[in-house]
T-cell receptor, first 115, second 109 residues
Framework: SQTIHQWPATLVQPVGSPLSLECTVE??????LYWYRQAAGRGLQLLFY??????ISSEVPQNLSASRPQDRQFILSSKKLLLSDSGFYLC??????????????FGPGTRLTVT | RKEVEQDPGPFNVPEGATVAFNCTYSNSASQSFFWYRQDCRKEPKLLMSVYSSGNEDGRFTAQLNRASQYISLLIRDSKLSDSATYLC??????????FGPGTRLSVLP
């Protein structure tokens, strides 16, 4: 079965510090991968998605970036965090199967507090 | 108009009640539709996909109305464990999944 890992689970970082969040998927090949952010009490905002190694699409302009160095690895980074970057960061994967809609499955998330 | 809209609630219902949520979407070219549930401070979990013919999974029934561009979720015989936020999800262009803001449900004893 497929599993998705994210780490760390919680993170407290000062403004201006760098960020690196990692997500890995097991049990599937060529997944689509996604990074979302959920601010407190708000809905999910799609940040990036990737359909393959080195292919990144950005949905929202910001000081974050994403990379996909390996098929099942997705990394979210920032050079300098802002207070507004605080939130719940979720990685998700999906695979397209013929004849039916494709679903997304989420990792456990990283709760980031920028102080 | 937002791409996906939901009544934020909260819906407070007694155990055993039937409750229905609606979700409207603006992109008539949307292809796939889903309901997720999210517990407090947890990741969203897939509840069910929504198919054109409608589908049922135990106490949960999902319907899609393409002409009116809305999706519904019906929960019968509500349990305390059904308390959560229910997210409507619509796929946009390409790989873009658009989440609604969610509807909060509290099932009361």
């Amino acid at each position: 079965s497929q599993t998705i890992h994210q780490w760390p689970a919680t993170l407290v970082q000062p403004v201006g510090s760098p960020l690196s969040l990692e997500c890995t998927v097991e049990g599937t090949s060529n997944p689509n991968l996604y990074w979302y952010r959920q601010a407190a009490g708000r809905g999910l905002q799609l940040l990036f998605y990737s359909v393959g190694i080195g292919q990144i699409s950005s949905e929202v302009p910001q000081n974050l970036s994403a990379s996909r160095p390996q098929d099942r690895q997705f990394i979210l980074s920032s050079k300098k965090l802002l207070l507004s970057d605080s939130g719940f960061y979720l990685c998700a994967w999906s695979v397209r199967t013929s004849g039916r809609a494709y679903e997304q499955y989420f990792g456990p998330g990283t709760r980031l507090t920028v102080t | 108009r937002k791409e996906v809209e939901q009544d934020p609630g909260p819906f407070n219902v007694p155990e055993g009640a039937t409750v229905a949520f609606n979700c409207t979407y603006s992109n008539s070219a949307s292809q796939s539709f889903f309901w997720y549930r999210q517990d407090c401070r947890k990741e969203p979990k897939l509840l069910m996909s929504v198919y054109s013919s409608g589908n049922e999974d135990g106490r949960f029934t999902a319907q899609l109305n393409r002409a009116s561009q809305y999706i519904s979720l019906l929960i019968r015989d509500s349990k305390l464990s059904d308390s959560a936020t229910y997210l409507c999800v619509v796929t946009g262009s390409g790989q873009n999944f658009v989440f609604g803001p969610g509807t909060r449900l509290s099932v009361l004893p």
